[in-house]
């Protein structure tokens, strides 16, 4: 067995607030591998959140241990945590999160600009990421000038630009139609084919059999761990969608 990408044991997140102690999670363990599509289910307030942004980086447990890599991060000062999220982690957002009066290469380029990678090489990158979404032709369009789902397109890109070990997506299908939804949901299936790891956080069944594995919290806890037998394709879905659609 390959070593996990991912490594939670009694990963714990106590929070308090005001003289009442809240815990968010209570003692999560979990092996995620190099490759996999995993969901993240459970009702709202089960600890969802709490766990991606212990994943990302983005806060640090009050106990227990997160390895990424083989790597301990669970310790890391605030420094450290932001270079390992900045290089080996891409963010993507239920609301897409882009700069509105920037394009969209420059929206993609903007994570190669923090980690100081000179402006040609980051023009480069940022198309090559574009191109690899699909859309090529729209580098020069600012936010505003498209549709939803382009705009989580290019959200996508740039979580790809700094070729990260991993993207976490949170709700990235919940501002978007149904076909729409389809269809970033096929680019992520895409991406995961060709090996990148997906962790994404839904609150619809449907969204979660996109998956391979789906995970569901309840009162901080992972109550249900499971393999999609079947993952539903989403490229397959959005064809058979546009086709109903009225011309
Ligand atoms: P989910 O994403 O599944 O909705 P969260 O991880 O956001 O759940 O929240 C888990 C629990 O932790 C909830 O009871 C929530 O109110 C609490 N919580 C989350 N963030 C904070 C915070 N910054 N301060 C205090 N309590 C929090």
Same mark, same amino acid.
């Given at each position: 067995?390959?070593?996990?990408?991912?490594?939670?044991?009694?990963?714990?997140?106590?929070?308090?607030?005001?003289?009442?102690?809240?815990?968010?999670?209570?003692?999560?363990?979990?092996?995620?591998?190099?490759?996999?599509?995993?969901?993240?289910?459970?009702?709202?307030?089960?600890?969802?959140?709490?766990?991606?942004?212990?994943? @990302?980086? =983005? #806060? $640090?447990? /009050? %106990?227990? +241990?997160?390895?990424?890599?083989?790597?301990?991060?669970?310790?890391?000062?605030?420094?450290?945590?932001?270079?390992?999220?900045?290089?080996?982690?891409?963010?993507?957002?239920?609301?897409?999160?882009?700069?509105?009066?920037?394009?969209?290469?420059?929206?993609?380029?903007?994570?190669?600009?923090?980690?100081?990678?000179?402006?040609?090489?980051?023009?480069?990158?940022?198309?090559?990421?574009?191109?690899?979404?699909?859309?090529?032709?729209?580098?020069?369009?600012?936010?505003?000038?498209?549709?939803?789902?382009?705009?989580?397109?290019?959200?996508?890109?740039?979580?790809?630009?700094?070729?990260?070990?991993?993207?976490?997506?949170?709700?990235?299908? @919940?501002? =978007? #139609? $149904?076909? /729409? %939804?389809? +269809?970033?949901?096929?680019?992520?299936?895409?991406?995961?084919?060709?090996?990148?790891?997906?962790?994404?956080?839904?609150?619809?069944?449907?969204?979660?059999?996109?998956?391979?594995?789906?995970?569901?919290?309840?009162?901080?806890?992972?109550?249900?761990?499971?393999?999609?037998?079947?993952?539903?394709?989403?490229?397959?879905?959005?064809?058979?969608?546009?086709?109903?659609?009225?011309?």
């Amino acid at each position: 067995m390959p070593t996990p990408l991912i490594t939670t044991r009694d990963l714990s997140k106590t929070y308090e607030l005001g003289g009442f102690v809240v815990q968010a999670l209570r003692g999560v363990s979990l092996d995620i591998y190099a490759g996999e599509f995993v969901a993240v289910m459970g009702p709202s307030g089960s600890g969802k959140s709490t766990f991606m942004n212990l994943l @990302g980086c =983005l #806060d $640090t447990p /009050t %106990s227990g +241990e997160y390895l990424l890599a083989g790597e301990r991060i669970s310790g890391l000062d605030s420094d450290a945590l932001a270079g390992i999220r900045n290089r080996r982690i891409g963010f993507v957002f239920q609301s897409f999160n882009l700069l509105p009066r920037t394009s969209a290469l420059e929206n993609i380029a903007l994570p190669l600009l923090y980690c100081g990678v000179p402006a040609e090489a980051r023009n480069r990158r940022a198309a090559a990421s574009l191109a690899e979404v699909g859309l090529a032709d729209r580098g020069h369009h600012h936010p505003a000038q498209l549709s939803g789902g382009q705009q989580q397109r290019v959200a996508i890109a740039r979580a790809l630009v700094n070729e990260p070990v991993l993207i976490l997506a949170d709700e990235p299908t @919940g501002a =978007l #139609d $149904t076909l /729409t %939804s389809c +269809e970033v949901m096929a680019l992520l299936q895409q991406l995961n084919a060709r090996g990148m790891t997906v962790i994404l956080v839904t609150h619809e069944h449907d969204i979660a059999e996109f998956a391979k594995r789906v995970v569901t919290f309840r009162d901080g806890r992972v109550v249900e761990d499971r393999a999609v037998e079947k993952p539903r394709d989403a490229a397959a879905l959005a064809i058979e969608l546009r086709a109903e659609q009225p011309a």
